[in-house]
């Protein structure tokens, strides 16, 4: 499984969490800590017992891919798009626009913002 993850340098630390699991947040020194935090996170949230009503049955609901999911040629430039903060070009660039390759300010994102395996 995949998850969209939003992380950042901040004062040392690197902050992170899940757009896709609300409440799957970490903070560690390095991000490479902070990247396998979110994964435990998400696990754990994942493996969590989810109490409901004996009268109720659990199902599973499939989704299909975002668009920005399937094209990895396209995604990569979108992904770009989106650690500079700008979703019109992303998604632009995900349709098959032109790819800015801009260098980012220093303690932008680095991470591509789509899903965290």
């Not at 969209?4 to 969490?17: E, F």
């Not at 970490?26 to 009503?53: C, K, N, W, Y």
């Amino acid at each position: 499984m995949r998850y969209r993850a939003v992380i950042k340098q901040s004062d040392g630390w690197w902050i992170g969490w899940l757009l896709d699991l609300p409440g799957v947040n970490a903070q560690e020194r390095t991000r490479e800590e902070l990247l396998e935090s979110l994964r435990i996170g998400a696990q754990d949230m994942l493996a969590a017992e989810v109490p409901f009503e004996p009268e109720s049955t659990m199902t599973v609901v499939d989704i299909p891919d975002p668009e920005w999911a399937q094209a990895p040629a396209s995604g990569q430039a979108a992904s770009a798009a989106l650690r500079r903060g700008s979703l019109r070009q992303a998604l632009r660039q995900a349709q098959g626009g032109p790819q800015d390759r801009q260098d980012r300010p220093a303690g932008a994102l680095q991470d591509d913002p789509g899903p965290v395996e």
